[in-house]
């Protein structure tokens, strides 16, 4: 009796829990702008859950203004912090994270004169040595690919813009062409390529470890509605269902429920990708059109608008999208990046005023300052979101205990359960002093699922969730 009326009390806070999150619209802070303007640059999460900021143009995409220094962001004391600069000067270049934690950089352009020269070349940023490295060069030159890390540790790209010819005679266009980098090797090789060439398009790895690609054009055409899937067993794409409508410049998500969610491209129109029954099927609309896209902890889906102040939230648990507080002002081509605590980071883009390093932090749940939530932090607990998330098989969970003037130490218990409610692991279960601790939490004996973890202090508690995928 005393196991299911805990049960019910447990799954009743989730409930509340859960459900004041997904009423949340939280709100925007503007903190201190990057070091370098720029524009059509890339960034990413390093392992240490700090942000990297590589190369870009400092003015018009065009010019001869492209910069080869990278700068990081230091999400605890929001500061940013210049690093070693890339070995060659990049724009709209893409990168990816591999599996040692270190950062390969491929591709980009660099103007030089009146003619775009496009890369072939990559490197290696290394986070702990603070280097950079050159490595093999891709096999097709191009910008603006789509770049995925596949399952087995190499890095698939696809498709994307290239030059076709030598010299000033040289054309700019799509391409159908593919290829895998191996990063035991240090070298790249074409695969099968795509059915049609696509630029534009955007690219998901999927939960059973395939890769799916949808929409683009390719280069002036209409916008396709085509997409396919490629395979990692046989290195090969198969045609899938088309979606309702063609797009271009879209956004890919997949959301905690397996299922890919495909937002706008020139429309408010949402759509999800269910690839067991490779069915597609509309959702909400956008309240507006939006340009950058990101999947906050929590599994919602935050958006922001380009040319515009105005963001919004979508919760795929409700299918409803919900306007959230605007940004301070207008940003245009700015990118967002999730935090290790649940919060969202904005960089760069430029706004009305023409600046090109404006950076926010937008908080989900909460309407306070940074300082004001320091302020805060002394006196309360703290359960932060696990991270990776979703992961496999292991993750961590941070969280901090507050002083105590009557007590030295505080007994704490962390505890994880299944979606039945039913306890799989105390990982936690002592005194503790004040201080911030984390802890690992090793799944590999588990099934793929949502899972939740519980921190209970006296009469606090606090509840978050994350997915282990397979």
Known sequence: MIIISFK????????????????????????????????????????????LVIGGSSSDFYADTNIVGCEIFDPNNETWTEVAPMLNRRTAHFSVKLSNGNILVCGGKYPIGSSKYMYKKCEIYFPKKNEWMETDSMKIQRIEAEIVKLNDGRILVIGGRTMFGEGPAAEEGATETCEIYNPETGKWKLTNSLSMKRTGHSAVLLSNGKVLVSGGNWWGGPEEASCEI???STETWGIVTPMN?????????????????????????????????????????????????????????????????????????????????????????????PLNDGR??????????????????????????????KKASDISFNLYQNYPNPFNPSTTIKYQIPKNEKRKTINVRLTVYDILGREVTTLVNEAKQPGNY????????????????????????AVKKMLLLR
């Open 230 to 232: 490629f395979d990692l």
């Open 245 to 337: 409508i063609g797009r271009n410049y879209h956004n890919s998500i997949l959301l905690d429920n397996n299922k890919v969610m495909v937002i706008g491209g020139n429309n408010k129109t949402c759509e999800v990708y269910d690839y067991l029954t490779d069915l597609w099927s509309y959702v909400a609309p956008q309240k507006i059109l939006s340009h950058e896209t990101v999947k906050m902890l929590d599994g919602r889906v935050l958006t922001i608008t380009s040319g515009d102040s105005l963001a919004q939230i979508y919760n795929y648990s409700k299918d409803e999208w919900t306007v959230s507080n605007p940004l301070p002002t207008k940003i245009l081509v700015g990118k967002l990046e």
């Open 344 to 373: 969202v980071l904005l960089i760069g883009g430029y706004s009305s005023e023409d600046n090109y390093n404006s950076v926010y932090i937008y908080f989900p749940d909460s309407t306070v300052s940074k300082v004001e939530e």
């Open 438 to 461: 984390e802890v690992n939490f090793d799944a590999s004996s588990l099934t793929s699922g949502m899972y939740f973890y519980e921190l209970r202090s006296g009469n606090y508690r």
């Open 8 to 51: 019910k009390h447990f799954i009743a806070f989730l409930f509340i829990t859960v459900n004041v999150l997904s009423q949340s619209i939280g709100s925007w802070a503007e903190i201190d702008g990057l070091i370098h303007t720029r524009v059509k640059y890339s960034s990413i999460k390093l392992d240490n859950g700090k942000i």
